[in-house]
């Protein structure tokens, strides 16, 4: 009502006036993880705090679910933009839900109403097209609307409704990426990666669509055929060339807030007769931020089946070391972000090199992720960091295009490795 009011001063000449979308990341996973009545006292928390962040004259409300929404009246992009750095701001310090600190982050579309702009459905609707991109982007910001963002919510839309069906369509694939024994060039393990063969659009990454698997909940049955088919597909290499190679799978936030992980894990293990050690579940920090004490324990249910943890992206989250002592990690992934300054010169010891030290006094592996020079591999051999994967050694393949060469021997050499 007020939106609606607010416009037809504009249009009669009045101030600007911009509109804020709020959704919580993640929010789900608290819900599932700690009850729904601790999310629900997140939530009055969150109204708190985004109360105090705007002025008296704007309206902030509670749209439904984990949505909020705040109306700036005389303000233009550029203020509107700043209340939305303050938005994320306030939400950066952890609330303490059920005696618990939870951390919770924000993604925030924003919409400002021009002439065009005709009802308040349409500037709501832009700031959620704005807010579903900034969540898109890995959520924690904000984006503005632009009118080209429409046209792609449409084709997000029809993406959405072609999902549903992808996996009763076989049309889901999984494309192998080995991680290389830097000292002896021969392939130590694979990690799965997902792709959907959609039948107009051709094959898509996993960015065009996990996104949307994970707003809908299809990560969980998506999330389980990954895990039976990679299984599957190294127990079958395993057999056919007589190599212990290891199989490493991504796994969600989501996925590990739900109570059926552990046993999808042990029925993708006794269907497929892969010894448990030869799979390793990748996880991002991030996942442990929610309630880190429901996802370790959940992790170590999952240890006790023998099957070994990965922590992914390692460097990139909020609160790496406050975390990594309690995680039953045995592998440290070190971003790509890292690995690349590998190539700068300087005399400064390279975070690579903390890193490496990090993991040598926790007693866990290491693999540099992202290694794409000949430069990157040899200061890794240097640095003793001796598991690499990236683009220098092999682009990720289809399962045929592997088994030629693993069939070959043209994995077992140095350089060049696979094109």
Not at 20 to 41: P, R
Not at 298 to 324: C, E, M, P, Q, W
Request: aromatic content about 6%; hydrophobic content about 45%.
């Amino acid at each position: 009502d007020r939106l609606r009011h607010a416009l037809v001063r504009r249009r009669a000449g009045g101030p600007e006036l911009a509109v804020l979308f709020i959704d919580l990341d993640d929010f789900k996973t608290v819900n599932d993880s700690l009850g729904h009545q601790a999310g629900d006292e997140l939530l009055v928390a969150v109204a708190r705090r985004l109360r105090s962040s705007v002025r008296s004259a704007d309206t902030a409300a509670r749209f439904g679910g984990d949505e909020f929404a705040v109306l700036l009246e005389d303000a233009g992009e550029l203020p509107a933009t700043r209340v939305a750095r303050t938005v994320l701001e306030t939400l950066e310090a952890p609330f303490t839900v059920g005696g618990r600190d939870v951390f919770v982050r924000a993604s925030v579309g924003m919409a400002t109403a021009d002439w065009q702009v005709s009802t308040p459905e349409t500037l709501l609707r832009n700031a959620d097209v704005a807010m579903y991109r900034a969540k898109s982007a890995g959520g924690n910001g904000f984006e503005v609307f632009r009118p080209s963002m429409h046209t792609e919510a449409m084709h997000r839309l029809e993406l959405r409704a072609d999902l549903e069906r992808a996996l009763e369509r076989d049309e889901l694939v999984l494309y192998y990426q080995p991680v290389m024994d830097l000292a002896t060039g021969y392939p130590a393990s694979f990690e799965a990666l997902i792709r959907w063969q959609h039948p107009t659009r051709g094959l898509l990454e996993p960015g065009h669509f996990v996104p949307i698997a994970e707003e809908t909940g299809l990560i969980i049955p998506i999330g389980r055929w990954v895990l039976r088919t990679a299984c599957a597909q190294a127990r079958a290499w395993q057999q056919l060339f007589g190599l212990s190679l290891a199989m490493a799978v991504n796994v969600s936030i989501r996925q590990l807030a739900d109570d059926g992980l552990v046993s999808d894990v042990a029925q993708a293990l006794r269907d497929s007769g892969l010894d448990p050690p030869s799979l390793t579940l990748e996880l991002t920090e991030s996942a442990f931020m929610s309630d880190a004490d429901a996802a370790i324990a959940r992790v170590k249910a999952i240890k006790s089946l023998g099957v070994r943890i990965a922590i992914d992206d390692f460097g990139t989250g909020y609160s790496s070391l406050s975390y990594l002592d309690r995680i039953p990690a045995d592998i440290i992934k070190i971003d790509r972000s890292f690995v690349s300054l590998l190539m700068e010169s300087g005399e400064r010891p390279p975070l690579v090199q903390m890193i490496l030290d990090l993991a040598r006094n926790l007693d866990v592996q290491t693999v540099a992720e992202g290694v794409e020079h000949q430069t990157q591999f040899q200061r890794l051999q240097e640095l003793g960091c001796f598991l690499g994967q990236g683009f220098l050694f092999s682009r990720p393949l289809d399962p045929r295009s592997l088994e030629q060469l693993l069939a070959s021997g043209a994995l077992d050499r140095r350089f060049p490795l696979a094109a």
